[in-house]
């Protein structure tokens, strides 16, 4: 299993709050990614990496931000959470060969629950 | 844009029967595509994936699937079910740049004894 973690694994929070939720890998992959998962919606992408402190918004950005510091960490901040955030987060990773396109792995996924 | 359909939420089969999950997306160029398991609460695994070549490609699990070109399908096939099995399924298109995906809505798979 490609090395992924993310932290918390699950979250209570209030409306308003800020939320920091984390992903680390230790495969030194450079393509980053956040998904939200959401019954009837399957996964939607809501940022990516492609390198340290290189960003870019996905489908379902507003709301949301993100930071890449080191290689292997990867960090999505809810500013001020709202009910619709409730949802699972997906941390995944990819990397790249020649421009060719590759699979991205999955980590275990982050319950976050915003009342 | 790219889009990825999955017309199936649920199905259930019997265990031991033959299983076929559908899967069309639309997308200008030639895609990369992916099929994806989720067991409940775990994260995703990659069980295929086509990138060019032989448009039957074979997975993990004793899955495979079939690229067709002329319907915009990626149908995922097993001639066998067994209770294991029970999970839920994805589809994604590679899109762009980034290696990112699109997924489609999901198949939720119930096996039945």
């Known amino acids: 299993d490609a090395g992924i973690t993310q932290s918390p694994r699950h979250k209570v929070t209030e409306t308003g709050t800020p939320v920091t939720l984390r992903c680390h890998q230790t495969?030194?992959?450079?393509?980053m990614y956040w998904y939200r998962q959401d019954p009837g919606h399957g996964l939607r992408l809501i940022h990516y990496s492609y390198g340290v402190k290189d960003t870019d918004k996905g489908e379902v950005s507003d709301g949301y931000s993100v930071s890449r510091s080191k290689t292997e960490d990867f960090l999505l901040t809810l500013e001020s959470a709202t009910s619709s955030q409730t949802s699972v987060y997906f941390c995944a990773i990819s990397e790249t060969s020649g421009g060719s396109y590759n699979e991205q792995f999955f980590g275990p996924g982050t319950r976050l629950t915003v009342l | 844009a790219q889009s990825v359909t999955q017309p199936d939420i649920h199905i259930t089969v019997s265990e031991g029967a033959s299983l076929e999950l559908r899967c069309n997306y639309s997308?200008?160029?030639?895609?990369?595509l992916f099929w994806y398991v989720q067991s409940p609460g775990q994260g995703l695994q990659l069980l295929l994936k086509y990138f060019s070549g032989d448009t039957l490609v074979q997975g993990i699990k004793g899955f495979e699937a079939e690229f067709k070109r002329s319907q915009s399908s990626f149908n995922l096939r097993k001639p066998s079910v067994h209770w294991s099995d029970a999970a839920e399924y994805f589809c994604?298109?590679?899109?762009?740049?980034?290696?990112?995906?699109?997924f489609g809505t999901g198949t939720r798979l119930q096996v039945t004894l």
């Open positions: 997308y200008g160029a030639t895609p990369y």
């Open positions: 495969e030194n992959h450079r393509y």
């Open positions: 994604a298109v590679g899109t762009g740049t980034a290696s990112k995906l699109t």
